[in-house]
Each structure stands twice: as C-alpha cells, then as structure tokens.
C-alpha cells in the first residue's frame, strides 16, 4: 500500500479555505446577533462609551521596525526575541522554543501603539483583560490585529511578565497603552467596539 503524499500547496489552499470561512463566520455572526444595530462612526478625539466604562483615545502612533527598535531603546526595554527564546508560529517548532508569536521578529513588522485614557463609569469595581477593550481593525469586519503581550506588559509597568489586567475603583480613571505587531502594513486602522445595541467604530490610522 503506497504512502500518500499532501502537497504544500494543498495544505496552503485548505488554511486559506479555512481563513476565508472563519472571516465569513465571524461577519455573518455580527449580521445576525446585532441585526438593527446601526454603525455609530466615532472621530478619533471623541470617546467610546461601553456598558460600564468609557474609552478615550490620547494618541495613536504607527512604527516600522527600525522606528520601533529606536523606541524602545530609548525606554531601556529588550527585544522579545532578546529575552525569550520566540519563534514565528507558521515556522516548524524548535524543541527549544519557549513560545510561539504571530509575527515573525526577523521580517518587516509594523507597530502600533495606543496610548488610552479608561474611566470606570460604575459604582463598583471594574476588572478587564486588555483584550475586552475592542478590535483594532484594516477595515470594518476584517480580521483583528493581536495585541502583543510583551510589549503591552513592558510598556505599562516595565516588567517582562505577560498579565496586563485592567483594574479600577468605582469612577476612577487610568491610562495604559497597548501594542500590536502586524505582518502586514496598512494606512489606515480602525477600532471597532460591538456590543448589543452599541456598535462602535473609530478611525485611530492616520490621525486625523
């Protein structure tokens, strides 16, 4: 009995297939859960307001790799790939891989760098992962950026740990930045903020 042999390009057709129907999934899903929520646009000097807390955007910077290794050589932080042991996720696993990221360190990256201003606009207290916040978008209904934890965790406390929680008393108000690392440079991005009868979206890229 003869061993079949999966072609490279079959394999990279059928991720491409399942890419197209997880996005198709994901844009059918918000057509039917919020089906007479209309587009609020917001500008990007105004604030998203969420069900227990409002978002305001202080400023939105984009990098190209060099840019973003002059930035955090001027706030004394290391490269990832300098303290972990990381590798691009679509590469072979090494056995010495301490973990995998969804950019690859040695390839022409962008950056962007969100610096937020985040009000608790309850009487109790807020608790939030950084990735509840909202999506940072190429388009409206594309696929999200992912935020990078190391940088995330680095620019806001200056530590190399990876647990960036949001956490704030009734009313008070806090600043945090969050960082993404995206494979594929863009001009324009978007935030976008769904929530059940709220549908927000925000133009972060280029600034107006």
Not at 18 to 47: E, H, Q, W
Not at 93 to 100: E, L, P, R
Not at 165 to 190: A, P, Q, R
Request: include cysteine.
């Amino acid at each position: 009995m003869k061993n079949k042999k999966i072609s490279v390009n079959k394999i990279s057709a059928g991720l491409m297939i399942g890419v197209i129907l997880v996005m198709a999934i994901r844009i059918a899903y918000v057509n039917i859960t919020y089906p007479s929520t209309d587009i609020k646009i917001i500008k990007n000097s105004d604030t998203l307001y969420k069900k227990d807390y409002s978002v305001k955007v202080l400023s939105a910077t984009d990098y190209t790799r060099d840019e973003w290794s002059d930035r955090i050589g001027q706030l004394g932080i290391l490269h990832e790939e300098n303290v972990y042991n990381i590798q691009y996720y679509k590469e072979e696993k090494a056995s010495d891989t301490q973990y995998q990221v969804l950019y690859n360190p040695r390839d022409n990256y962008s950056v962007i760098e969100l610096e937020l201003e985040i009000t608790n606009t309850s009487d109790k207290e807020l608790y939030l992962e950084m990735s509840d916040l909202f999506n940072l978008e190429q388009g409206i209904n594309t696929t999200p950026e992912y935020i990078n934890d190391y940088y995330t965790s680095a620019l806001n406390k200056n530590v190399y740990d990876k647990d960036i929680d949001i956490s704030l008393s009734s009313y008070e108000t806090g600043k945090y930045i969050l960082v993404y690392i995206c494979n594929n440079y863009s001009t324009d991005y978007y935030i976008q903020s769904i929530e059940l009868g709220n549908y927000q979206v925000m133009k972060v890229l280029p600034v107006q």
